[in-house]
T-cell receptor
């Protein structure tokens, strides 16, 4: 079945450690996104990519990094520079170039800093 | 800059009644799209309905309809005949034609359906 796979579903991190969240899609979508969800703040855009080997910062990119070496993959690294990384992270993809293109989401990764 | 505002953090509705979830937006783009998503407690995001800024008719999808008032910059979601399974978070979102494909979300409204 086509879709988006995020892993791991749950992740615990010690302060000062970098962690990488995986996002893979087989929908043949050009555009991919990473959002962070916190209670009462909705979804905030971290990074997005419209094409392979290119990506742009969203509204809260500080402390995060991404790569887009393959169309199918858009991993997110939460670095030690991110001061409050405990959150629910959602990856999504969509058809590029269409305003009406809905986002298809993965099931999310919940990161907890110990 | 674009902005989505959902002013109702939580809503209650009786089963089988209709409910309206509010969404207002701000954008300088002439062409844009508005979306509603549902997020159950499991965390998955489920696409519900889409409205284009140039669509002349309000969008409908089954029990969901979007009350689009362009002059007021509002895009309220109406759920008819509420069901217990409608209890979830609901997010309004927008994408403008000059925003490089970015989709921005509001803060969400938590809907609880009472039996």
């Amino acid at each position: 079945d086509g879709g988006i796979t995020q892993s791991p579903k749950y992740l615990f991190r010690k302060e000062g450690q970098n962690v990488t969240l995986s996002c893979e899609q087989n929908l043949n979508h050009d555009a991919m996104y990473w959002y962070r969800q916190d209670p009462e703040q909705g979804l905030r855009l971290i990074y997005y990519s419209q094409i392979v080997n290119d990506f742009q910062k969203g509204d809260i990119a500080e402390g995060y990094s991404v790569s887009r070496e393959k169309k199918e993959s858009f991993p997110l690294t939460v670095t030690s520079a991110q001061k409050n990384p405990t959150a629910f992270y959602l990856c999504a993809s969509s058809i590029e170039g269409e305003i009406s293109g809905e986002l298809f989401f993965g099931e999310g990764s919940r990161l907890t800093v110990l | 800059a674009q902005k989505i505002t959902q002013t109702q953090p939580g809503m209650f509705v009786q089963e089988k009644e209709a409910v309206t979830l509010d969404c207002t937006y701000d954008t300088s783009d002439q062409s844009y799209g508005l979306f509603w998503y549902k997020q159950p407690s499991s965390g998955e995001m489920i696409f519900l309905i889409y409205q284009g800024s140039y669509d002349e008719q309000n969008a409908t999808e089954g029990r969901y309809s979007l009350n689009f008032q362009k002059a007021r910059k509002s895009a309220n979601l109406v759920i008819s005949a509420s069901q217990l399974g409608d209890s979830a978070m609901y997010f309004c979102a927008m994408r403008g034609n000059n925003q490089g494909g970015k989709l921005i979300f509001g803060q969400g409204t938590e809907l609880s359906v009472k039996p």
